[in-house]
């Protein structure tokens, strides 16, 4: 966050100031008027400059991006991480070593510096952003996983004509097994029982 004082003949003037030195549009600064300014006698005699006090306000993704930075640096990881921004869907990609200890077991770990990160960024923008954090393409490991799993269950489940319940899952992991199959639903059903973090999926056969 940088802050700077302007100064100009007018109000007006002191703000297209500071726009000019923080390089910046007047929706990414905070304006506070200190001194409104005085003309003076005919326009020269005792005139008072306007003075304005200008904040440029942090860009969430940029803001999310440090936060995560500094996040694996104190665990003691030494890693890389790309900001891929595609409209309000933020991606972070990590890289380096000793990343596994990252993404923890099934994910959890990686799942709680996806939730931390998306309170970074949102918490001073008025635009929501989405926030994906990943490592060594886990995340796309781990839906293939899931997809396999989601096959051989609903396999499982129409064979012995039971119920399959799965382990606890965030939303977005037990999405991908709803999605994986939805060809068939003439054969089962998925439904989710349970409260979060405990929230999981069952497979039953129709």
Known sequence: MREITATG?????AVQSALTQLNASDKEVEIT???AGKKGFLG???AKPAMVKAVKLPNPAEEAHHFLKEV????NVEATVEMI???????FQIEGEKVALLIGKRGQTLNSLQY???LAANRHSNHYLHITVDAENYRTRR?????QLAQKLAHQAVRTKREVPLEPMPSYERKIIHAALVNQQ???KTYSVGEEPNRHLVIAPK
Request: glycine content about 6%; aromatic content about 4%.
């Open 72 to 75: 694996i640096r104190n665990m």
């Open 85 to 91: 921004q595609e409209g309000k869907n933020v991606t």
């Open 116 to 118: 931390l990160t998306q």
């Open 143 to 147: 839906k293939e996983t899931l997809i």
């Open 186 to 188: 003439h054969k089962i």
């Open 9 to 13: 003949l007018s109000v007006e003037e």
């Open 33 to 35: 008027v200190l001194d």
């Open 44 to 46: 020269l005699f005792g």
